[in-house]
T-cell receptor, first 111, second 110 residues
Framework: ELKVEQNPLFLSMQEGKNYTIYCNYS?????LYWYRQDPGKSLESLFV?????AVKQEGRLMASLDTKARLSTLHITAAVHDLSATYFC???????????FGKGTMLLVSP | DADVTQTPRNRITKTGKRIMLECSQT?????MYWYRQDPGLGLRLIYY???????NKGEISDGYSVSRQAQAKFSLSLESAIPNQTALYFC?????????FGPGTRLTVT
């Protein structure tokens, strides 16, 4: 059974600081997704990581995937208030084409 | 117009009532999913369907049923609602891999 663990579950940051969110998973998978959710809203796709070593960047966010370590990271550079949201990683269950989600990381960026 | 729509957006119902949540999509995807979200638990898969004739149970299917009326429509039913089914419910669609989510239905069972 695939298990997905995110760390930390809550992150309070100051604007301008850097930080990394970690996503570990328990069984082999080559596909991992990052989503963003604003309070009371739906999930918005941020990154699709489809192979070992994949790195994607959008603005102040950069995501990477190491399938051998079963680890993905979401790095935040020079955080701004608009990045405040909950971030989920989701890992594809090999052979089933379904996703298992982490519990989410609630990010709060304050001045 | 939104690619994935859900109705109703909010619903309050009483214990023991039957309720149906509906999902429609215009993305032309074959695959559709129902999730529930509870605070601190992330999203958990209830049912999924890879085409009209293919329905599969997810992690937490007990107490729920689904119907895939057409490629574009996937409904979730609670046959006899109970308070611990109070949650935010999301429908999603996909082609292969990346899933696209509807706006969600907030369901409260009293």
């Amino acid at each position: 059974e695939l298990k997905v663990e995110q760390n930390p579950l809550f992150l309070s940051m100051q604007e301008g600081k850097n930080y990394t969110i970690y996503c570990n998973y328990s069984t082999t998978s080559d596909r991992l997704y990052w989503y963003r959710q604003d309070p009371g809203k739906s999930l918005e796709s941020l990154f699709v990581l489809l192979s070992n070593g994949a790195v994607k960047q959008e603005g102040r966010l950069m995501a990477s995937l190491d399938t051998k370590a079963r680890l993905s990271t979401l790095h935040i550079t020079a955080a701004v208030h608009d990045l405040s949201a909950t971030y989920f990683c989701a890992v594809e269950n090999s052979g089933y084409s379904t996703l298992t989600f982490g519990k989410g990381t609630m990010l709060l960026v304050s001045p | 117009d939104a690619d994935v729509t859900q109705t109703p957006r909010n619903r309050i119902t009483k214990t023991g009532k039957r309720i149906m949540l509906e999902c429609s999509q215009t993305k032309g995807h074959d695959r559709m999913y129902w999730y529930r979200q509870d605070p601190g638990l992330g999203l958990r898969l209830i049912y999924y369907s890879f085409d009209v004739k293919d329905i599969n149970k997810g992690e937490i299917s007990d107490g729920y049923s689904v119907s895939r009326q057409a490629q574009a429509k996937f409904s979730l039913s609670l046959e006899s609602a109970i308070p611990n089914q109070t949650a935010l419910y999301f429908c999603a669609t996909s082609d292969y891999g990346e899933q696209y989510f509807g706006p969600g239905t907030r369901l409260t069972v009293t």
